[in-house]
């Protein structure tokens, strides 16, 4: 397994869309298990391929206390939403930044998994979330796209700032990044 660069906000390679896998292979197989090692390296709770320079429609999530539930999700699309809820986010692409984004409550998801077999995942609270955070990223979101223009700007700012002096934004919140 490999260490993968992760990307980060304002790198434009993080507004790409993902091409769906044509065929889960061992190469599809390898890449995920090194955005698993990457993702709990960070230390974060999901990953998509895009947020490491591939275009593929991968995404790897654990949500489990123990980081002992690792799932990949290949070409993952929600078939259904129900209810609403408002969560504070942050991202492994845009360090230490953290915001309230309203997302659905609970998502059903069909995917392939590391067998290239179907699946559905009916999910819900944090697990949706990041379910919704990360195919967001494989179409070229970011969650802070939810957020207002003027936002957005100060917030892009302040990151170009950061980087220019050599140091990450301050956030007194310990939220794990999705």
């Known amino acids: 397994m490999a260490l993968l660069e992760i990307l980060h906000f304002p790198d434009p390679r993080l507004s790409r869309k993902a091409r769906p896998v044509e065929v889960v292979d061992d190469a599809v197989r390898k890449t995920a298990e090194d955005m698993l090692e990457t993702m709990y390296d960070a230390p974060g709770i999901g990953l998509a391929a895009t947020q490491v320079n591939i275009l593929q429609q991968i995404a790897v999530i654990d949500v489990s206390e123990d980081k002992n539930e690792p799932r990949c999700l290949i070409n993952p699309k929600i078939i259904g939403r ?14 230490e930044v953290f915001a309230h984004i309203k997302r659905a409550e609970r998502v059903t998801v069909e995917f392939l998994d590391l067998e290239g077999q179907p699946g559905t995942l009916e999910a819900g609270g944090l697990l949706a979330v990041c379910i919704q955070h990360e195919i967001d990223h494989l179409q070229g979101r970011l969650f802070i796209d939810y957020l207002s223009p003027l936002k957005r700007e100060r917030l892009k700012k302040k990151v170009l700032k950061a980087q220019k002096a050599g140091q990450a934004t301050a956030s007194s919140d310990q939220s794990i990044p999705l």
């Open 82 to 95: 129900d209810g609403e809820e408002e969560m504070r986010e942050g991202c492994l692409s845009v360090p």
